[in-house]
């Protein structure tokens, strides 16, 4: 079936650009997410973008999707110790359905 | 304010002891959806809906039960609770195709099963 893996754990530098990276397996994906979870809370939108695009830009966060290799990732430009929590990697084929797969999550933890 | 709620937020229980975790949004979505998420594993889907009395399976539905007998609520059932059911549970809403699926996700229900 589809999946969703990204790595378990980052650490950064207060200051520095945090990369979290994701591959996926289903080729009729339409949308891509990512969510964050701060401790004790349920799961946020951060932002997504859809599948015919290469990238999206919002603020401090720059998304890039490579769907020839099923690659996505999300940068953090200039991490505060405020982004120290768990993205979550999610696709969805968006037909209608509500079937959204769901990574791990990387557990970025900022240095400061 | 928009929001998805769920009660209890904590709950111990004993295994065989049926139990009612209940999801309410006041979004008017269509689509709400329950998932557990367990340590190294992410979210897994449990049971989704598409509107009031149309539910299917997600990836792990074995031993839960949905209903959604109203737009707003969506409560997850386990009949017969067992220690492999201990998990932290997120019910989620959106508002339905057209958009882009965003989820609204409820703050958590820390089940233990002993």
């Known amino acids: 079936g589809e999946d969703v893996e990204q790595s378990l754990f980052l650490s950064v530098r207060e200051g520095d650009s945090s990369v979290i990276n994701c591959t996926y397996t289903?080729?009729?994906?339409?949308?891509l997410y990512w969510y964050k979870q701060e401790p004790g809370a349920g799961l946020q939108l951060l932002t997504y973008i859809f599948s015919n695009m290469d990238m999206k830009q919002d603020q401090r966060l720059t998304v890039l999707l490579n769907k020839k290799d099923k690659h996505l990732s999300l940068r953090i430009a200039d991490t505060q110790t405020g982004d120290s929590a768990i993205y979550f990697c999610a696709e969805s084929s968006g037909t209608g359905g509500f079937k959204t797969i769901f990574g791990a999550g990387t557990r970025l933890f900022v240095k400061a | 304010e928009a929001q998805v709620t769920q009660n209890p937020r904590y709950l111990i229980t004993v295994t065989g002891k049926k139990l009612t975790v209940t999801c309410s949004q006041n979004?008017?979505?269509?689509?709400m959806s329950w998932y557990r998420q367990d340590p190294g594993l992410g979210l897994r889907q449990i049971y989704y809906?598409?509107?009031?009395?149309?539910?299917d399976k997600g990836d792990v539905p074995e031993g839960y039960k949905v209903s959604r007998k109203e737009k707003r609520n969506f409560p997850l059932i386990l009949e017969s609770p067992s220690p492999n059911q201990t998990s932290l549970y997120f019910c989620a809403s959106s508002p339905g195709a057209g958009v882009n699926n965003e989820q609204f996700f409820g703050p958590g229900t820390r089940l233990t099963v002993l």
């Open positions: 979004m008017n979505h269509e689509y």
């Open positions: 289903d080729s009729s994906s339409t949308y």
């Open positions: 809906s598409m509107n009031v009395e149309v539910t």
